[in-house]
């Protein structure tokens, strides 16, 4: 079974730019989650979508949304980019709330000049 | 509020020997518990978790981790280190039915002595 796929895995932006980034679940899972992690840090949550709801937000500005699909894939949409942004997004999916362990993609990594 | 507290930046042991990686933890409700293992440019596989069943909780490639609410703590332990486990290891915390997602510790990185 495919586990959880992300793209693109490397992306170059320069500041004021927006990106959009994609996540799909393993299939059967309805929660997905987002994290940013800066090199060196460990992951920081940014959202948890479920049945296609927002269910939990981190500590991150507006820029920062996302959205999840009638098929549970998500995206990841970050506005105005910062030099501070780049890092390393992870997705996660779980079959339902977010206290059940979570399988995270490899990420895609998020390079702001 | 949910918070981890990785005792060890870097944990540096030989090959065949035992390792220990620390980790305390602060949670206002029941917590589930779990480590997480990162090897370079990868992301993240989760080794173990603890969702208040058995205090000592068995994971992948011989990993075990003890949950002791007395001392907050849940520390992960193997016997003897493979030249494999070098990588990054994050212990997270959950708050059952929170809104707020994984919280992660700061990670430890594992370094094997050969």
């Known amino acids: 079974d495919a586990g959880v796929t992300q793209s693109p895995t490397h992306l170059i932006k320069t500041r004021g730019q927006h990106v959009t980034l994609r996540c799909s679940p393993i299939?059967?899972?309805?929660?997905v989650s987002w994290y940013q992690q800066v090199l060196g840090q460990g992951p920081q949550f940014i959202f948890q979508?479920?049945?296609?709801?927002?269910?939990g937000r981190g500590n991150f500005p507006d820029r920062f949304s996302a959205r999840q699909f009638p098929n549970y894939s998500s995206e990841l949409n970050v506005n105005a980019l910062l030099l501070g942004d780049s890092a390393l997004y992870l997705c996660?999916?779980?079959?339902?709330?977010?206290?059940?362990?979570?399988?995270f993609g490899d990420g895609t990594r998020l390079s702001i000049l | 509020a949910q918070s981890v507290t990785q005792l060890d930046s870097h944990v540096s042991v030989s090959e065949g020997t035992p390792v220990l990686l620390r980790c305390n933890y602060s949670?206002?409700?029941?917590?589930?518990l779990f480590w997480y293992v990162q090897h370079p440019n990868k992301g993240l596989q989760l080794l173990l978790k603890?969702?208040?069943?058995?205090?000592l909780v068995k994971g992948i490639n011989g990993f075990e981790a003890e949950f002791k609410k007395s001392e907050t703590s849940f520390h992960l332990t193997k016997p003897s280190a493979h030249m494999s486990d070098a990588a990054e290891y994050f212990c997270?915390?959950?708050?059952?039915?929170?809104?707020?997602?994984?919280?992660f510790g700061k990670g430890t990185h594992l370094i094997i002595q050969p």
């Open positions: 299939s059967g899972h309805k929660s």
């Open positions: 603890y969702t208040s069943a058995a205090t």
């Open positions: 979508y479920y049945e296609k709801e927002e269910r």
């Open positions: 949670s206002s409700y029941s917590p589930s």
């Open positions: 996660a999916s779980s079959l339902d709330s977010a206290h059940q362990p979570q399988h």
């Open positions: 997270v915390v959950s708050e059952v039915g929170g809104a707020d997602g994984l919280t």
